[in-house]
């Protein structure tokens, strides 16, 4: 019942994560920071706007990007396989790439091509993560992974870690914050979206909080206040990178993925195939 | 005036535009943004990206070099939008009024709903100035605005496509 | 049976022969559509009959076959001697003697020479749902300006029916009759158009091709010597004693037939030739015969050496051939680029040997086989009637081209996204590689495919990303008038593919799972309606579904949406002069190539040498 709860209830839900998240920010940064539902007023302000666009297939590809974001994060709470929701993440990725890279700006071309770098970075690392807690578990089934007895966290701790540092890749968070990049392409693909239009993007990044943070939420197994202090822990220590970092060049998140985060990933996967 | 307008004073979004000045109201805007003052306790943030902001904040005395630059910021901009003119160069050129190559201003390029006096204004100056934009954008509608001359204007300002 | 596999080979080489002699538009064109129906109905009339079957067949055909391997192989000296290719002809002249070796060497054996199973009819269908529009696509696609039209398409039409006879024959020796002649249809086709590069080309496939055939012999020679069988069904009788030499070498020359790198340049070289040489070669029929071969000795290396290390190899090749995709410009190219990678996923999943690796790998194969067909067509649209055949040309092609980006799209869909055959194999290796992870290659290969499919993904999201660019609106998209021959080709393969895909579930667990099974064993692989069960993992129809639905979205609303809101420009810092970003070639990956290539090689001999067991 809570999973169809928070499937419905995603976009509000990470409204609220994204508020909490600026508002931890700026208390990081010794600022009072906005309201905690300073989102969903940028998100009744947005819907004010007059519409403009460059052309429709780029608004539409803004509004498919939202669909298949939640439709994603529906197959991971309610399906019961891991691996396709990983793999339904990519939908996402293509409508954000296409309609990115439909319009002429070289900022969101670039963006584009740069999120198709954060796609090679993750998503092998999201398949072994997802058969590393199989190895652990025995199932790809939510709904078994939330009753494992176990502390998955225990013997999963560098695919948890890889993971950890991963996130900021998903969710466009410094150092890995390459395609977004505001300072440098602003905002990469959103940066030709408007109003309504917009709109569609910046809910879609909040549904994939809770889509990361899901994944995070396994690591606890049955133990669900593992599972919550395992996010909370996550959720800080990304806020933390966040703000004490500064942004990497693609190549060197890609070699990081690649070079550290995924031998380490596998390492631990050898390690449980071995012992168990 | 509907119900998402209620919302707009919460979450202004400001496109900085420096059309040449000396950048000291610059260095005020950005002191604005960090710790003392903190203007994202009223939801403002700094965009950089026309399309997605609210507020024009434009310091400088428009450069020969800057007018059509920020006719197209203007026009990128989605209605209901405000121009905030910041700092004396802003007014009518300031120390460079006159000069061969400055418009005297903002206010003959694009229209102006706030003035923030002063060289350079201070911030509370620059929040005080905010806080009117914010009331001028409320009684705003979603009416298209136009440039002075727009017609006229309009034709030098294309684009080039790529074929 | 014998007289519904005879039907199944000889009539599109009877096709073929009037064609050829004809030279007529009517008799071309109208024979081409004819020949769908009735091998499409021949091959299911072979389908639903028992199988496997065993057929007898008739003494002075092994004489007519060794025969014709001597003439064969004497053309290819004869061509090596023409073209001054020294390679050729020293190739032939090793094969001519081995064979001899081989003819001397073999025992007489009682087994029948046509084994037709399960696969074997999965081809014969695969060959006639997708092969044979390829052929009717030749037929419009040779009036652009091409010389040759009839006996063109006359050569294509011939390739079905070899291509039938190669994956229904039993015996060893008449399969390498098979592979050589692939070989020699390939050369014919790749250097159709008799120009210079035309002819390298054509001279590279055959060489290549003739060291599969050199191996095959050598792996006959093997069998006859320690095994003194040399049949498949024997093969498969008594697996633990079988020479693992001679399956090294029998899967070198499956390596090499399906353009694993280092043997990846003849089938790139077969894009000089007209388009749909390279769809036919890519999709039904030629390539396909690597992962068949694999197929048919699967469960004799299941779990060997060799299989490990045919997984660490073609997975190599998976990851690899996406990589260097990337950093092409020449569509076919990347086309080409990428059945190289999915061939390696074939042939991968072939290894691993399980019952669902062994459905993996059959689904991928189908689906491949469509897919490619299909974008292959499209690309001979787009060369032909859009002349674009570089990514930098395909720019506003959503304006130019709608429909055929449209099919482009959707054929790209099919390659790696969610509800498509290529996802579900994708899907099916990684569960069923995760139980039994203790070895180290089995842990690659999830990384593997993990990897290659990110990269193919971001290949094809780059390629759509260059034909959508736009700086203002779409609103000029003119729908170019097709010729009616290309349009029925691109919507068969399109309805085709949606139907399989929509009826995903009870297609693999119907059609699939029983091909599997006759293979590997039973599969843990069921269908509740259209929900999809393997082991406890579920794909449930809502998913096939939404993801079909918003796919379909995706790729078709474009052209029909039309918000209503202020046009205005791309943001480009409000400055007036045109800024290009083509970024899009990954340059920066382009110098690996060189390593990439000498690394497959070092898996190559690992797979021949320590897989064989050589040392």
Partial sequence: MINVILTILAPFFGGIVYGIERVVKARMQRRVGPPLMQPFYDFFKLMDKRPIMIHSLHALMGIMYFIAEWFALGVLLLGNDLLIAVFFHVIAVLSLVVGASSVRSPYSVLGALRELMHMISYEPLMVLMVVALYLVVGSFDIKDILSYDGYPILKLPFVFIAFLLTIPMMLQKSPFDVAEAHQEIIGGPEIEYSGPFYEALYTGKWIEYIYVFTFVFLFGGSHYWLGALLVIFAFLFVNLLDNSTARLDFRRMVKFAWGFLIPMAAFNVILLALFE | MGFFSKFRKKSPWILHYNTGGCNGCDIEILSALAPRYDIERFGMLNRGNPKQADILLVTGPVTKNCKDVLRRLYLEMAEPKVVVAMGACAHGGGIFRNFYHVENGVNNIIPVDVWIPGCAPRVEALIDGMVEAIEIWQQKSKEKEYLRDHEKVIKTLGVEDDG | MGVLVALNVVVPWIVALIIFLSKKDVVTNVLTFLMLPILIFTAYLAYIQPHPVLVETPKWLDLLITLYDFGLLGYFLYQGIVRKSGLIAILATIQILFLIIVLIMMPHSQTPNIYVDSVTLMFYLIVAIVGVPIAIFATKYMDYGEKGKHSFVAIVVWFLGVMNLAVSVNNIEWFFALFETTTLASYIMIGFRGDKEAINN??????????????????????????????????????????????????????????????????????????????????????????????????????????????????YVFVVAAVIALTQNNFK?????????????????????????????????????????????????????FHTKYIEQMRRLIEKAPLTLMFIFFGFLNMTFVPFGTFIGKWMMIEEVSNFLQHGSYILLILYVGAGSAFLSILYMKVLGVSVRKAHGIEKISFVKLPKRFNFVSVWYYVWLLAITIFIAPFIADFIVPIAKSIAGEPEIYATGLTLHMYNSTLYFWQIFGALILLLLIHVLPYFVKFKADIVHPYNCGENFPRHMETWNFECLAKYEGYFVAFSIALFIMVVVLGGGLL
Avoid at chain 3, 286 to 308: E, F
Avoid at chain 3, 352 to 373: N, R
Wanted: glycine share 8%; aromatic share 8%.
């Fill in chain 3, 202 to 315: 054509s001279n590279l496939a055959l060489w290549m091709n003739q060291i599969g055939g050199i191996a095959i012999l050598i792996a006959l020679m093997i069998f006859i010597k320690v095994n003194g069988v040399y049949h498949f069904s024997d093969l498969l009788k008594h697996p633990t004693i079988i020479s693992m030499a001679a399956l090294g070498f029998l899967s070198l020359s499956a390596l090499v037939k399906g353009a694993q790198m280092p043997f990846h340049k003849w089938l790139l070289g077969a894009m000089v030739a007209p388009t749909p040489v390279s769809a036919i070669l890519h999709s039904a029929t030629m390539v396909k015969i690597a992962p068949y071969l694999i197929l048919r000795i699967s469960p004799i290396i299941k779990g060997t050496l060799l299989a490990k290390l045919l997984i660490i190899a073609t997975g």
């Fill in chain 3, 333 to 385: 190219k990347i086309l080409a680029y990428s059945t190289i990678s999915l061939l390696g996923l074939m042939m991968l999943a072939a290894a691993v040997g399980t019952p669902i690796a062994v459905s993996a790998s059959l689904i991928l194969i189908i689906f491949h086989a469509f897919a490619k067909g299909f974008l292959f067509v499209e690309a001979g649209v787009l060369e032909k009637v």
